[in-house]
């Protein structure tokens, strides 16, 4: 039963090939197989088929009125929360909690009869880009159980990696969604900033983060967006128009007509893999032959986006975080005689050493002394950033550059530099610190056999003809 599209499974269902309740079934007997890789936390295996029994009635009895997601079995990242179910963000911060609601994007996909599976693995709070930053250890890459899996989605990538689910929620703070997936070999796309609500996601920093959808293909992907980018009063941030339904597609659109750049400075970094840089020159050339237009550009401030996002999100973190006090939800600590040390106690056991140290980098550049010289004007660059980024996208469709400098690593090979860990995101922050669409195609192999993508990025309220984009080439 290797069904890897959703068109597929429905058509399946509806002839009666199959039923809900036996695809259930089929990843439930995947999960287990994969149990090793730690990719989920927690499994919904009876929720899953008592909901696969009720859908399994439905279409013998009402077809008509299936939802569109019917037969799509979703996994959900360990930061969205789901109502009436445990949630953790990948941390001891949260021990034993359990949300008391849901967030909009899964009463969403619920609502059109999708059917969650599990919740998956994270860096604690997102923060990392190998998920071996979670209180519930490292997620391993199926094809080498030895190598990261990417972060922070990176349960969520295995999830899809391993078909032991067909769509995976993850979040993207700043490539989160789209560098797991280039290293496990799936589609990953961060939708643009205000598309999807972020209400029920656990805040990492707030003006970045953003729901990602991880699956086999853009189609998938697609079905899933139309679902779940819906108007929503609880988040203030989301665009009232221009939502993802609303949006033109590329489907009658020739490849002839279309203008693409690429960045010159992200394939001519030092950083990046020579193998990654032959296949995304490869990839240019196969859209040459097509008849699409491409051109080089430069944008001088690449050096720039890492520090600008670190500084920004450790800031947003440190605030964000303020909330895990373990005075009101979560894990308290019992070493405490006094208010004082029940807040200090309770922290400094809760949270993970990459999260204390987000924290306090981000107290720093808040702090008086330093508000202007860092904060003020790591803002005063992304403003720079996002202006740069519109009057690209006022010259060409889309632009190209890689998903990640290098392939997956070994899980224990950690730098000496927690620098040259940061430096793995330099090429997916970018669309966070603009706020546009971008997805990570898979790409090829390299010698190793690892997987690796390619990055395309398109401006503002654009998702769609992306998303189409990917289906055209």
């Known amino acids: 039963m290797e069904y890897t599209s959703l068109k597929d499974i429905q058509k399946a269902l509806l002839s009666g090939e199959i039923t809900t309740e036996q695809l259930v079934i089929f990843y439930l007997r995947n999960i287990e197989t994969s149990n090793d890789l730690n990719a989920y936390i927690e499994v919904y295996s009876n929720e899953a088929l008592s909901k696969a029994k009720e859908l399994d009635q439905k279409i013998k009895h009402h077809?008509?009125?299936?939802?569109?997601l019917f037969g799509c079995v979703i996994s959900v990242k360990d930061l969205i929360v789901y109502k009436n179910h445990k949630v953790n963000a990948g941390s001891g911060i949260l021990e034993g909690f359990e949300s008391q609601f849901s967030a909009t994007a899964i009463e969403a996909v619920l609502l059109a009869d999708a059917i969650i599976i599990g919740r998956t693995n994270c860096d604690e709070f997102g923060m990392g880009s190998a998920n071996s930053n979670s209180h519930f250890g490292p997620v391993k890459n199926a094809v080498n159980p030895m190598k990261i899996s990417g972060g922070s989605s990176g349960g969520a990538a295995v999830s899809v990696q391993t078909n032991t689910c067909?769509?995976?929620?993850?979040?993207d703070t700043g490539g989160s969604v789209r560098q797991p997936a280039s290293m496990c070999g799936v589609y990953g796309f961060k939708p643009g900033y205000g598309m999807v609500s972020r209400y029920g996601l656990i805040a990492y920093a707030s003006s970045?983060?953003?729901?990602?959808?991880?699956?086999?293909?853009?189609?998938?992907?697609?079905?899933?967006?139309?679902?779940?980018?819906?108007?929503?009063?609880?988040?203030?941030?989301?665009?009232?128009?221009?939502?993802?339904?609303?949006?033109?597609?590329?489907?009658?659109?020739?490849?002839?007509?279309?203008?693409?750049?690429?960045i010159n400075d992200a394939f001519e970094n030092d950083a990046l893999d020579p193998e990654i840089k032959a296949s995304g020159y490869a990839f240019?050339?196969?859209?040459?032959?097509?008849?699409?237009?491409?051109?080089?550009?430069?944008?001088?401030?690449?050096?720039?986006?890492?520090?600008?996002?670190?500084?920004?999100?450790?800031?947003e973190a440190s605030s964000n975080l303020s909330r895990y006090d373990g005075v009101r939800y979560g894990y308290r600590s019992e070493n405490a005689a006094t208010p004082e040390e029940l807040y200090v106690h309770s922290r400094s056991e809760g949270f993970g050493k990459e999260v204390k140290k987000r924290i306090m980098l981000g107290s720093f550049v808040l702090?008086?002394?330093?508000?202007?010289?860092?904060?003020?004007?790591a803002?005063?660059?992304?403003?720079?950033?996002?202006?740069?980024?519109?009057?690209?996208?006022?010259?060409?469709?889309?632009?190209?550059?890689?998903?990640?400098?290098?392939?997956?690593?070994?899980?224990?090979?950690?730098?000496?530099?927690?620098?040259?860990?940061?430096?793995?995101?330099?090429?997916?922050?970018?669309?966070?610190?603009?706020?546009?669409?971008?997805?990570?195609?898979?790409?090829?192999?390299?010698?190793?056999?690892?997987?690796?993508?390619?990055?395309?990025?398109?401006?503002?309220h654009n998702d769609r003809k992306l998303l189409n984009f990917c289906n055209l080439i």
Request: net charge negative; hydrophobic share 45%; aromatic share 12%.
């Open 367 to 377: 702090s008086e002394a330093y508000y202007d010289a860092y904060f003020t004007k």
């Open 63 to 68: 077809p008509d009125t299936l939802g569109k």
């Open 208 to 262: 970045f983060d953003q729901l990602g959808i991880l699956a086999n293909n853009a189609d998938d992907i697609d079905a899933v967006m139309s679902i779940v980018s819906v108007t929503d009063d609880f988040d203030a941030t989301m665009y009232k128009t221009g939502l993802y339904h609303e949006q033109i597609s590329l489907q009658n659109q020739a490849l002839s007509t279309l203008k693409i750049a690429y």
């Open 379 to 460: 803002q005063q660059v992304r403003r720079l950033i996002k202006d740069q980024m519109d009057a690209f996208f006022d010259q060409y469709d889309f632009i190209v550059m890689p998903s990640s400098p290098r392939a997956a690593w070994y899980i224990y090979d950690k730098p000496s530099d927690p620098l040259e860990i940061y430096m793995a995101d330099i090429y997916t922050v970018l669309a966070n610190l603009a706020g546009i669409p971008a997805i990570s195609i898979p790409l090829g192999n390299n010698t190793d056999k690892m997987p690796f993508g390619i990055q395309v990025l398109s401006r503002v």
């Open 166 to 171: 067909l769509v995976a929620l993850g979040t």
């Open 284 to 315: 240019l050339d196969t859209l040459k032959s097509k008849g699409v237009a491409i051109e080089s550009i430069n944008f001088k401030l690449l050096d720039y986006v890492v520090p600008c996002y670190y500084i920004l999100t450790t800031a």
